[in-house]
């Protein structure tokens, strides 16, 4: 069955910094991949997504991830934190077979420094 | 912008009790899930559920739980008779399309305490 590996449950940058956050999942056959961001007391929003075509994919507040296939990763990155990227970040797969369920990792919870 | 709303944001009950978790999906949505929490666990899908019936079901979902869109508004979550490991944060989302790459829009929770 497919799975979701989110290294770190929990990453602290300084403001500024790189925010490197890792997702790996399983399967041989790529699925879909998604990227979600919780804030405190909201939903899971959606930060980016891939599906077909360009593996680098941009998505909302700057952020963006990249699909390689070799390597079944799809990390998530920014060049430069700030204070309200703080929140609760989700790495997801829709699979092939399914009707659209989501496959979660177990998230990483980032931090910012001043 | 439209938002999946989830009532109550936290419910405490007593084991063997019923809990009703009520969601109300985006109005022009037609596909709903429901998804659990435990703490410190991963985000689970538990069923899904279109035209009136249930498309996906995840082997979480047993006979103590149903789903029910009781009218063109609300999509509720019932546990019949709860347990102490039923305890965890319950998010519905909803979709236009049941399609793989759809993107799923997500309520803010509710937390699910069993004592």
């Known amino acids: 069955a497919q799975s979701v590996t989110q290294l770190g449950s929990h990453v602290s940058v300084s403001e500024g910094a790189l925010v490197l956050l890792r997702c790996n999942y399983s399967s041989s056959v790529p699925p879909y991949l998604f990227w979600y961001v919780q804030y405190p007391n909201q939903g899971l929003q959606l930060l980016l997504k891939?599906?077909?075509?360009?593996?680098l994919v941009k998505g909302i507040n700057g952020f963006e991830a990249e699909f390689k296939k070799s390597e079944t990763s799809f990390h998530l990155t920014k060049p430069s934190a700030h204070m309200s990227d703080a929140a609760e970040y989700f790495c997801?797969?829709?699979?092939?077979?399914?009707?659209?369920?989501?496959?979660f990792g177990k998230g990483t919870k980032l931090s910012v420094k001043p | 912008e439209p938002e999946v709303t989830q009532t109550p944001s936290h419910q405490v009950t007593q084991m063997g009790q019923e809990v009703i978790l009520r969601c109300v999906p985006i109005?022009?949505?037609?596909?709903f899930y429901w998804y659990r929490q435990i703490l410190g666990q991963k985000v689970e899908f538990l069923v899904s559920?279109?035209?009136?019936?249930?498309?996906?079901k995840s082997e979480i979902f047993d006979d103590q739980f149903s789903v029910e869109r009781p009218d063109g508004s609300n999509f509720t979550l019932k546990i019949r008779s709860t347990k102490l490991e039923d305890s965890a944060m319950y998010f519905c989302a909803s979709s236009e399309v049941g399609d793989r790459h759809n993107e799923q829009f997500f309520g803010p929770g509710t937390r699910l305490t069993v004592l």
């Open positions: 559920f279109y035209n009136n019936e249930i498309s996906e």
């Open positions: 997801a797969v829709s699979d092939w077979g399914s009707q659209g369920n989501l496959i």
């Open positions: 891939y599906t077909t075509g360009a593996t």
């Open positions: 109005s022009n949505h037609l596909y």
